[in-house]
């Protein structure tokens, strides 16, 4: 497909993905890595399957620690593509710093902001859904992507559908965003065939979030717009921003106030939240291997092994086992308490332990 007019994608490149602990970790998040094992990190991939709608319309906001990372796995990159947040305030501040951006870049702009970490399937139908997203956007509507939901998950928030958009039939008015529920009210919403999964995906055009925020917060908006206009201040603002998520922030007050729509869209998506989630994604049946099969030895045995310490990895008699293997930490533990290993790596900073997290 062609690229789309005035179409940029902001790319926040964030977080440390404490729940797949040891293989990410502050200093190398999962954002830089290959979980796949299709030899391009997550970051690389989102670039990819980007590239096609958006050309050279690339900002990308990530922390300064990793600023130099990103940019040598992005190579195809302007300097001042990448933006380095001195801290993390969440994702409405590197969003919102994004969107002020290129308000004073480009007038007719139309951004999406697409997490760096997430896996999609079907690249083809995410760009065309990312279009029919656009048209909405350039309506003055805040345009989410709602993903088709596969099983009731508790892990995601859900996104209730509303009527379709009178100009845009593929689009529909958003009622509510909900939180992660229970499993017995997640499959209440998949029975009623109007809840989509929030994957975080929004269209909009910057003028329009940043207008939004200043609704209900007119000092961060005018801060934001403020750095955009002089980056050199960003050390002294930076630090009073609110730490607060876009979907707290303005989406969620926006479904309120009806300036909320949605794409619902089936292509195939995963966050990799977990390592319950990185096994399901893998697909192998058995045991399955992320890394190097001939460093594993699995008798009567099923689940994940990331032989990734360069050792040999014997497991024997454990069904469902996730071990993960690295130079300097190894992690065991099962698919079903895999949420859990966040709790482990809580521990390890307790204990003053920053060097292993």
Do not use: C
């Not at 992690?331 to 521990?347: F, I, P, S, W, Y």
């Amino acid at each position: 497909m062609p690229s789309i007019d005035n179409f940029w994608a902001v790319i926040p490149a964030g977080g440390a993905g404490t729940r797949l602990w040891p293989l990410s970790r502050s200093s190398s998040p999962k954002f830089l890595r290959d979980l796949t094992g299709s030899g391009r990190s997550l970051l690389q991939d989102t670039y990819d399957r980007l590239a096609p709608a958006v050309g050279d319309r690339f900002l990308v906001v990530t922390g300064r620690a990793h600023r130099d990372a990103v940019a040598a796995q992005l190579p195809e990159l302007a300097d001042d593509a990448v933006v380095a947040e001195p801290s993390a305030r969440d994702s409405m501040a590197a969003i919102g710093l994004a969107a002020a951006m290129l308000e004073r870049r480009d007038p007719d702009a139309v951004m999406g902001s697409f997490a760096a970490d997430h896996v999609i399937a079907d690249p083809q139908a995410f760009r065309a859904t990312v279009a029919t997203a656009a048209r909405a956007a350039r309506d003055d509507w805040l345009v989410t992507i709602g993903i088709e939901p596969t099983h009731p998950s508790t892990a995601f928030g859900y996104i209730h559908l509303g009527d379709a958009l009178p100009r845009h039939p593929a689009a529909y008015a958003v009622r509510a965003f909900v939180e992660k529920p229970s499993v017995e009210v997640a499959e209440g919403y998949l029975a009623t065939g109007s809840f989509r999964w929030n994957a975080g995906m929004f269209v909009v055009r910057p003028t329009v979030l940043l207008d939004l925020l200043g609704a209900g917060d007119p000092g961060f908006a005018a801060a934001l717009r403020e750095l955009a206009a002089e980056p050199d201040r960003l050390d002294d603002v930076w630090p009073t921003l609110p730490r607060i998520a876009l979907d707290h922030a303005v989406a969620e007050p926006a479904a309120d106030a009806g300036r909320v729509a949605t794409v619902p869209a089936s292509f195939g998506w995963d966050d990799i939240g977990d390592f319950d989630s990185l096994a399901t994604l893998l697909g192998g049946e058995g045991m399955t291997v992320l890394g190097d099969a001939g460093l594993v030895e699995a008798v009567d045995a099923t689940g994940l092994v990331v032989p990734s310490g360069g050792r040999m990895v014997a497991v024997v008699g454990l069904d469902d086992v996730v071990v993960v293997d690295t130079t300097d930490a190894v992690l065991v533990t099962t698919r079903a308490r895999a949420q859990q290993v966040k709790q482990a790596v809580d521990a390890l900073k307790a204990r003053g332990r920053s060097d292993l997290t």
